[in-house]
């Protein structure tokens, strides 16, 4: 069987979760949820935190089009020499400036130097446990559901 990974991320991908705030945010996740586990990871640069083989296709956000893997692989490989710390991009699609972090992900993914994974969970989250969560980042913060 796949394992499924729910990865809290700060939507802001430059935000930097302290310590003592991923220990607080560690316990209130562990108190709400049950898991396999709760882990959390965190990073000096972004990373691209992926829904894994969720990942079914890639939209403009300026204009609805269907991007090509390949031309996305490209803009990684590009933002990835500078350790993802700029990540505009110009649509290939209708020339507009946007951000790989901004792109329609379907499933949704993104860019962050933290991330809080929550493996296998039995039970999913309700509105009031992420804003709760939000208030211990600092932070709004993204949910990626990832099958690995
Ligand atoms: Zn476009």
């Known amino acids: 069987m796949s394992d499924y990974i729910m990865k809290i991320i700060p939507a802001d991908f430059t935000y930097f979760v302290t310590g003592e705030q991923a220990k607080r945010t560690l316990s209130f996740l562990r108190a709400m949820i049950k898991a396999d586990d709760i882990t959390f990871l965190s990073s ?29 692989g490209e803009a990684m490989n590009i933002a990835g020499k500078e350790e993802f710390k700029n990540l505009s991009i110009t649509m290939p699609c209708c020339g507009e400036k946007s951000t790989l972090n901004d792109l329609d992900y379907e499933f949704p993914c993104g860019f962050a130097c933290a991330e809080f994974d929550i493996l296998n969970p039995s039970t999913d989250f309700d509105s009031q446990i992420l804003s709760e969560v939000e208030e211990l980042v600092g932070c709004p913060v993204r949910v990626i559901r990832a099958h690995v």
């Open 44 to 72: 000096e640069t972004p990373v691209f935190v992926d829904c894994g083989s969720n990942l079914e296709m890639i939209v403009c956000p300026c204009c609805g089009e269907q991007l090509d893997f390949g031309w996305w």
